[in-house]
């Protein structure tokens, strides 16, 4: 294909769209030099071609040159100051280098030039999840669900917010909407199937919810956790106990896969792999009310 292409720029030197494959050929032999030079032709033929952009910024930070990444993202945001598009690409570029105050300015500029930005809202919200900020990621990400009020997407995060907060009931509606929309997606079955989990109710409902969820989804670790605690719940502790192990080897520094596992485990009567496993979940920092049903657990073994 790169030879290919290169045959094609000897006809067509000023095409830039020509120079942007040859980038992405370059990049996937893993000729970054290459790649670079070809990006760069490619903006000198076309300044706002976003793609270009995007992409050149993308392999600067998957070659490790955050900085030169950051400086690109700035420079095309600088020249454009009125263009959404590059204020996105600038504070993504700066979320990824966790500078979240920059980035969440930048967003904010992105609102200001097109204030119908669903995606500028989305990614506004996700900066004050990392941040902490859950009810501020709740408000821009209630103001991108009244522009798409039937995006699974948006419905699934806000679904995860609440579901943060502890307030299972308003996280089910939420995910509940995603999958009326989209009924194949799988993280809103899983989460939708972890809620009837963790209240202990249609667990019937949830085990079909997680098993679409695994069926779509084979390689998602959550799923098998949930189907772990579906399992927990309904007393199938052998199974449980299968599904967690599964869980905790893939994600061993997960403090909730470890408490699934100890827990199941003690329905079981592992008494000491249950202890282990509790105490290990409670070193990884458990928290709430999990951290709480762990301690007492261990103080009964």
């Keep these: 294909a790169l030879d290919?292409?290169?045959?094609?720029?000897?006809?067509?030197?000023?095409?830039?769209?020509?120079?942007?494959?040859?980038?992405?050929?370059?990049?996937?032999?893993?000729?970054?030099?290459?790649?670079?030079?070809?990006?760069?032709t490619?903006?000198?033929?076309?300044?706002?071609?976003?793609?270009a952009w995007g992409d050149y910024i993308a392999l600067m930070f998957g070659t490790n040159q955050s900085a030169k990444a950051l400086a690109l993202a700035n420079q095309y945001a600088t020249a454009n100051p009125n263009r959404a598009a590059a204020h996105f690409m600038n504070g993504s570029a700066l979320a990824t280098a966790r500078k979240y105050d920059a980035a969440s300015a930048e967003f904010q500029k992105v609102l200001q030039i097109d204030p119908k930005s669903v995606m500028g809202y989305v990614r506004l919200a996700q900066l004050h999840q990392v941040m902490g900020q859950p009810d501020a990621a709740l408000d821009s990400y209630q103001k991108a669900l009244a522009l798409q009020p039937t995006s699974p997407v948006v419905n699934t995060a806000i679904g995860d917010v609440y579901l943060g907060k502890g307030d299972l009931k308003s996280a089910?509606?939420?995910?509940?909407?995603?999958?009326?929309?989209?009924?194949?997606?799988p993280v809103a079955a899983n989460n939708l199937a972890w809620v009837y989990a963790v209240q202990g109710e249609n667990l019937d409902m949830a085990l079909s919810l997680a098993t679409q969820a695994k069926q779509t989804a084979p390689d998602m670790t959550a799923v098998n956790d949930t189907l772990a605690w579906i399992q927990y719940k309904k007393g199938n502790y052998r199974v449980s106990i299968s599904l967690a192990e599964d869980a905790v080897k893939k994600d061993p520094q997960r403090a909730d896969y470890r408490y699934h596992l100890g827990m199941a485990l003690r329905g079981a009567g592992e008494i000491d792999r249950a202890k282990t496993e509790l105490q290990k979940a409670l070193q990884l920092n458990l928290k709430g009310t999990d951290a709480q049903e762990a301690q007492k657990t261990l103080a009964s073994l």
């Design 4 to 40: 290919e292409l290169k045959e094609v720029q000897k006809t067509a030197p000023n095409d830039p769209m020509v120079h942007l494959n040859t980038a992405f050929a370059y990049a996937g032999q893993k000729k970054y030099a290459e790649a670079e030079r070809e990006f760069q």
């Design 42 to 51: 490619t903006i000198k033929m076309y300044p706002t071609l976003d793609s």
């Design 172 to 185: 089910g509606k939420y995910f509940q909407a995603a999958l009326a929309e989209n009924s194949h997606d």
